[in-house]
C-alpha cells in the first residue's frame, strides 16, 4: 500500500503538518504562556484554593498534554484512513 | 510486625518478583534483546515506558525539589511532562516507521555517514551515563535508609539486582519487568498521598486535595496556610517563588521538554510496538500513566512541606524539643541527609529561613518523599512500600538506561562499525558484556554522585536536549540537512552544552576542576546549568542549518527515506539490516 498519487501525499502531509502545528500552539500557550508567562497575571484569579496560574503550572498543563496527545492519535487514525495509508 | 521486618518482606517479595519475570522473559534473539521483538501492546508498552522514564528523580526526589522550591519546582512538572506531547507528534511515529533498533542507527542512516553515527553513540553514552548516576544515588538512599545499610552497601545491591534482570532479559525482560515495577511504584507514590491528604484536606484525591480548605475546621485553604506558615518563617511564599527569573524557569521548562523527547532509553521504546498507530497511542499511555504520579506530585510536595513544618513548630513559636523529636527524625539523622545544631542552646528545634538562627542544618531535598508517610504517622506497612515503590522506580530506569548504553556500543559501535561481519550470538554476547561494564561504570560513578539525583538528571536532560533531540527532528523535517550539518550541529551543541556545565560544576564534575570563575555562575542572562539544553539545541539547528547551507544537499536516496518515513503503512517490524 502506498498513495493513490503524489497529489495525495503532499496533502496527507501538509494535513498532518497543519494539524501538528494547531496542537503545538496550544501546547506552547497552555504550558510556558499560562504556566510561566502569565502566570503573575492569572495568580489573581482564584480556582477553589488554587491561584489559576499556579493550577496550570502544576495540573493543568499536564491535563492539557494528555487531551492533546489522544486527540492526535485520533486525528491521524482519521487521517491515515482518508488517505488509505492505513494498516489495519 | 516491626517496620524493619515488613521492610524486607515487601521489598524481598518485589524483588522476587521482578528476578521471576526476568527469567521467564529471557532474549534468546537480538531482536528480542534490543526492541522485545517489536510485538509489545501499545498499553503494556506505556506503562512499561512510563515505569522507565520515571526515575528516582521523579520518584524519590521531585516532589522534594518542589517542597522546597514551591511554583519554581513547576519546572520539573511540566518539563518531564510536555516533552510527550513532541514525542507523540513530532518523533515516535516516524523513528517507528523506520524501524530500526537504535538510535545512531538512525542518525547514521540518515545522514548517512558512520562519523554521525559515532558522534550520536558519544552523545548518546554521556547523557546515560549522566542519567544512570542519578539512579545509582537514589537507590543508595533508599536502601541506606530502608535496609539500614551504608549507602556504598545499598549500591551494591543496586547493581546485583539490575545485573541479574537486565543482563539475563535484555529489552523483553526489562519490559515486562518495568510492567510489574510500575504497578509498584505507582501504588508506593499514591497510597500514602491519599491518606495524607485525607488528614490534611479531608479529600481523598490528592489532585483535589491541593486546591481544597484544611481540615481542620478552620476553612482557609491548604494552599494559603502553606504560604502563611512558610512566609513567617522568612521562606519565599510557596505559591509565587519562582526559580531563577521568568527567563530561566522558561528555558529550563524546555530543556526538560525536548531532553525527553531526545532521551535515547525512551525513544527506543517505541521501537518496540507493531505499528506507527501504536507509536502515537503508546505516547498517550505512558503519558497517562505518569501524569497519575505528576498531577499527585505537587501535592505530597506541598503536603509534606506543611507537615514538616506543623512537626517542629505544632504552634507558632512552641518548637519541639530535641529530645522529643520523633523516630523519622532520628532515622534521618543517622544517614546524613537530615541534621540538627542546637545554636542558641534553647534545646528546642529552630528551623527558619535565616541563616544564623536556622538550626535544620541540613534537610536534603531527597528524603522528603521517603520520610513523608512517617512524618504523617501513617502505619508501618506504607512506609514499607514505599520504600519498595523508590527502589522499582530507580531500578526501573537504570535497566532502560544501562540497555541503550549497550546497545549503542554492541550494536552500532561493534556490529555497526567495528565488526560488520559478527554473528548474531556474539552480537547478543557482546550486548551483555557491555551492559556488565555499563553497570560498573554507573556503579562507581553512583559512589561519587555530582549533586542531587534530580539535579543530575536534569542535567542529562540537558544534554539530550542539546544534541540527539534537534538531530532528530532535522532528520524528519528536513531534507536538506545534511551529513556535514548534522555532525557539526551535535558537537556545537553538546560541546556548548557541557562546557557551560562544567564551568559551574568542575570538568567532568570534579568540583576542583572548576574554570572561569570569574565569570560568576549563571552568567548567561542568568540561566542555570541543569536549563542550559535548550541554548544548546538553539546552537545545534543554527550551526546544522548554516553549515549544511554551505555544503551540498543529501543525495538523493536519503531524501527518499525522509518521504518514505513520513507514511505510516509497511512499518513492518523492527528490522536489523
Keep these: ?88 | 510486625m516491626d517496620l524493619q521486618t515488613l521492610t524486607y518482606i515487601v521489598v524481598g517479595a518485589t524483588f522476587a518478583l521482578y528476578i521471576g519475570i526476568a527469567i521467564w522473559a529471557r532474549a534468546g534473539s537480538t531482536k528480542e534483546f534490543y526492541v522485545a521483538g517489536g510485538g509489545v501492546n501499545p498499553v503494556a508498552n506505556g506503562m512499561a515506558t512510563a515505569a522507565d522514564w520515571m526515575s528516582a528523580a521523579s520518584f524519590i526526589s521531585m516532589a522534594g525539589l518542589i517542597a522546597f522550591m514551591g511554583y519554581g519546582g513547576s519546572v520539573f512538572l511540566m518539563g518531564w511532562t510536555g516533552g510527550y506531547v513532541i514525542l507523540a507528534m513530532l518523533l515516535a511515529p516516524y523513528l517507528r516507521k523506520y524501524g530500526k533498533f537504535t538510535v545512531p542507527e538512525f542518525i547514521g542512516d540518515r545522514f548517512y555517514s558512520n562519523a554521525a553515527r559515532v558522534v550520536a553513540v558519544v552523545c548518546l553514552i554521556i547523557c546515560s551515563v549522566t542519567y544512570v548516576i542519578g539512579q545509582m544515588k537514589g537507590v543508595g538512599v533508599a536502601f541506606a535508609r530502608f535496609l539500614e545499610v551504608s549507602y556504598d552497601m545499598g549500591l551494591y545491591i543496586g547493581m546485583t539486582i539490575v545485573f541479574i534482570y537486565a543482563v539475563l532479559g535484555g529489552m523483553k525482560g526489562i519490559t515486562y519487568t518495568q510492567i510489574a515495577q510500575y504497578c509498584v511504584l505507582i501504588l508506593a507514590y499514591t497510597i500514602p498521598a491519599v491518606f495524607i491528604s485525607l488528614q490534611l484536606t479531608g479529600n481523598p484525591l490528592p489532585q483535589l486535595g491541593l486546591g481544597s480548605t484544611m481540615a481542620d475546621g478552620s476553612g482557609v485553604y491548604m494552599l494559603d496556610r502553606l504560604d502563611q506558615v512558610v512566609t513567617e518563617l522568612g521562606f519565599a511564599q510557596y505559591t509565587v517563588s519562582k526559580r531563577g527569573d521568568t527567563l530561566n524557569m522558561f528555558v529550563y521548562t524546555m530543556s526538560l521538554m525536548i531532553g525527553t523527547a531526545g532521551l535515547p532509553h525512551v525513544i527506543i521504546r517505541f521501537f518496540t510496538v507493531p505499528k506507527v498507530k501504536d507509536a502515537r497511542s503508546s505516547a498517550g499511555y505512558a503519558l497517562l500513566f505518569i501524569a497519575i504520579l505528576y498531577t499527585t506530585a505537587p501535592a505530597v510536595a506541598a503536603m509534606a512541606r506543611l507537615n514538616l513544618h506543623q512537626t517542629i513548630e505544632p504552634v507558632a513559636g512552641q518548637n519541639i524539643a530535641y529530645d522529643e523529636r520523633p523516630a523519622w527524625f532520628k532515622n534521618w539523622e543517622k544517614t546524613g541527609l537530615l541534621a540538627f545544631e542546637d545554636k542558641n542552646g534553647d534545646g528546642r528545634i529552630q528551623y527558619s529561613a535565616d541563616k544564623a538562627t536556622n538550626e535544620m542544618v541540613k534537610v536534603d531535598n531527597d528524603i522528603m518523599v521517603l520520610a513523608n508517610p512517617e512524618i504523617a504517622k501513617l502505619p508501618n506497612w506504607v512506609i514499607a512500600l514505599v520504600a519498595a515503590g523508590g527502589l522499582a522506580a530507580a531500578l526501573s530506569t537504570a535497566a532502560g538506561l544501562l540497555l541503550a548504553i549497550a546497545s549503542a556500543i554492541s550494536h552500532d559501535l561493534l556490529k555497526g562499525i567495528l565488526k560488520p561481519d559478527m554473528d548474531e550470538k556474539s552480537e547478543l554476547m557482546w550486548s551483555r558484556v557491555a551492559m556488565v561494564g555499563a553497570i560498573g561504570v554507573a556503579g562507581y560513578l553512583g559512589l561519587n554522585p555530582p549533586g542531587f539525583a534530580a539535579g543530575t538528571v536534569a542535567l542529562a536532560f540537558g544534554l539530550a536536549a542539546s544534541s540527539i533531540f534537534p538531530a532528530l527532528m532535522m532528520g524528519i523535517f528536513s531534507k536538506r540537512v545534511n551529513m556535514q550539518g548534522a555532525i557539526a550541529g551535535m558537537i556545537a551543541g553538546i560541546f556548548i552544552t557541557l562546557f557551560y556545565v562544567f564551568q559551574h560544576k568542575g570538568l567532568f564534575f570534579i568540583p576542583e576542576w572548576t574554570y572561569l570563575e570569574s565569570w560568576g555562575s549563571n552568567w548567561f542572562m542568568g540561566i542555570e546549568p541543569n536549563a542550559f539544553g535548550a541554548i544548546g539545541a538553539i546552537v545545534n539547528f543554527a550551526v546544522a542549518y548554516i553549515v549544511s547551507s554551505m555544503t551540498a544537499e543529501p543525495p538523493q536516496h536519503v531524501q527518499d527515506m525522509v518521504e518514505y518515513i513520513r507514511i505510516p503503512v509497511g512499518a513492518g517490524q523492527a528490522q536489523d539490516h
Excluded at chain 1, 493543568?60 to 498534554?65: C, D, N, V
Design chain 1, 1 to 88: 500500500m502506498a498513495f493513490r498519487s503524489e497529489e495525495d501525499a503532499k496533502n496527507y502531509w501538509r494535513e498532518n503538518v497543519s494539524l501538528m502545528v494547531k496542537l503545538m500552539i496550544i501546547w506552547f500557550v497552555v504550558s510556558f504562556g499560562c504556566g510561566i508567562l502569565f502566570v503573575d497575571a492569572l495568580n489573581n484569579i482564584q480556582l477553589g484554593g488554587y491561584k489559576l496560574g499556579f493550577w496550570f503550572a502544576q495540573q493543568g498543563s499536564i491535563y492539557t498534554f494528555l487531551v492533546l496527545i489522544w486527540y492526535y492519535a485520533k486525528a491521524m487514525g482519521k487521517l491515515d484512513a482518508k488517505y488509505g495509508v492505513n494498516e489495519d
